[in-house]
């Protein structure tokens, strides 16, 4: 049985006789723990279609535009649209 399956049933280490120090240090982390060693543009390419990446990359820049005429518009006139000040 799985020192995480012990775990789960709240049975003591010490009465199992699990030695937690050999324990940590002979067992490798199980495969699903273990990262894939890549970089950030080799991820896009494997988990995200281009033209979702493409559009969400546009909708990003649309609402940077559209915070930036607000910040700008706030500094002209001194006030702060509605929908900011609505909670």
Sequence with gaps: MSIEAQAMVGADYMECGIDLHDWETNQPPPPYLLVEKMS????????????EVKANEEKVKAKMREWARAVAAMNRTGSYPNKWMQK
């Design 40 to 51: 950030c543009s080799e991820a896009v390419r494997k988990y995200c279609n281009d033209d």
